[in-house]
Each structure stands twice: as structure tokens, then as C-alpha cells.
């Protein structure tokens, strides 16, 4: 018997579930999407609707394209993964963001332009995703048996704390327009901590290789 109507492909890794194209489905859709994911211990990523990946308001977009939508692919990955791969992209970031603090550091030792305090407000959303990803990582239990070396990483995690501090302090000194202290702390408080930070990811990578 012909089915009616429109239907489209939910693949979830291997397995490969099938709904109508009906705005009513789709809490049905992320319950069985959720379930499959837990079964398999992944955690969810993103989404690939139709060749293009979507990395948020997932509800929204299918809702607004529900009548054409063909196939959805659920990008899943292990806790491994997960945890490697936000170590590689930190380690990645901070290396990258090292001659810009020198940089913004020299501007603020002499006459920070409009970009200056633009790149600087970048430095902070930076640092605040750094310890984001922190406190994601620690929050999964088994966190601490996945790093490669326990030691290096409760090193880096003690590093990461003091970025805290050195933000509170750092937002002072920007109340204050006190442009020299600016300076002094990205290269003597700031840099530091983001070189200690590759230093400490790196050899947690090199290990996770090996």
C-alpha cells in the first residue's frame, strides 16, 4: 500500500527513522532523536538538514522548512570525542590568541583605537568560552578517566581558575580608564596563563595521539 503524503529521513549513525512532514512530529522527532543518542552513550552536535549543517535553533529552522525537508542527519559523537576535541580547539585558540594579547598590550601602552577595545572585548568572550568549555568537560563524571594524564590536566584546570581573578581585576582597570594597567595585565597576568594553557593542552594532546 502507497503511503501518503511526504516523508523524510532521520539518520541517527546506523539506524534510520522515518516521519511525516508534519509540524506536529517534530517533538516526537528530537524525543526518538534523544533516545537513540542516549542509547549509544554519544552526545549530540548538530544537525545536517539537507546537506547544511545547523548548529542551533534546531526547532525553529525544521518548523520552517518542515514541507521540504528530505533527510536529516544527527551528528552525534562519543564523550571521547567530545573531550579531545574541545582540548584540540582550546589548545588551538589560545596558541593563536598569544601575539595578539602582545599585541593589544603595546596598543594599550600608548593610544588603544576603536579596534583595540574591539579585539579586547573578543579576548573576554574568548576567555569566557575557555572556561565554559572547562566546566562542561568537568561536569561529565567520567571526565577524569578520559584525559590522557589526570595530572596535566588538574595543572590546567588550576590555570584556567586564575582567569577568573585576572577578568574581575582586568574590568576594573578598563572602569578606571586605566589604560597602563590594561597593558600590564595582559603581558604579565594574561599571557602567561594562555602559554602555561598550551603547554599544559599540547602535552595532553601529544599524549592522546600516542
Known sequence: MK?????MNI?????????????????????????????DDLLFSHLII???????NF???IMEN?????????????????????????????????????????EFYQRPSENTWSQL??????????????????????SSDIVSDYGAW???????????NIVVELENAILNNDNI???DMLMYEITPVFEAIVEKLSFLTSEAVE
Request: proline share 2%; aromatic share 8%; hydrophobic share 40%.
Open 121 to 142: 572585548t573578543d579576548l573576554f568572550e574568548g576567555i569566557q568560552w575557555i572556561i565554559q568549555s572547562l566546566t562542561h568537560i568537568s561536569s561529565i563524571e567520567s
Open 50 to 56: 539537507d546537506g547544511e549543517e545547523i548548529y542551533d
Open 66 to 106: 518542515i514541507v521540504s525537508i528530505k533527510t536529516i542527519d544527527v551528528v552525534a559523537i562519543s564523550i571521547v570525542e567530545m573531550v579531545n576535541e574541545s582540548i584540540e580547539s582550546t589548545e588551538q585558540y589560545a596558541k593563536n590568541a598569544i601575539p595578539i594579547i602582545h599585541k593589544l598590550s603595546e
Open 11 to 39: 539518520r541517527v549513525k546506523d539506524k534510520v527513522l522515518e516521519f511525516k512532514n508534519d509540524p506536529e512530529i517534530i517533538e516526537q522527532l528530537f524525543d526518538n532523536i534523544n533516545e537513540l543518542i542516549q542509547e
Open 181 to 183: 594597567l590594561i597593558g
Open 154 to 164: 588538574n595543572e590546567y584546570v588550576q590555570e584556567v581558575s586564575k582567569l577568573n
Open 3 to 7: 503511503k501518503e503524503g511526504k516523508f
Open 59 to 61: 526547532d525553529r529552522y
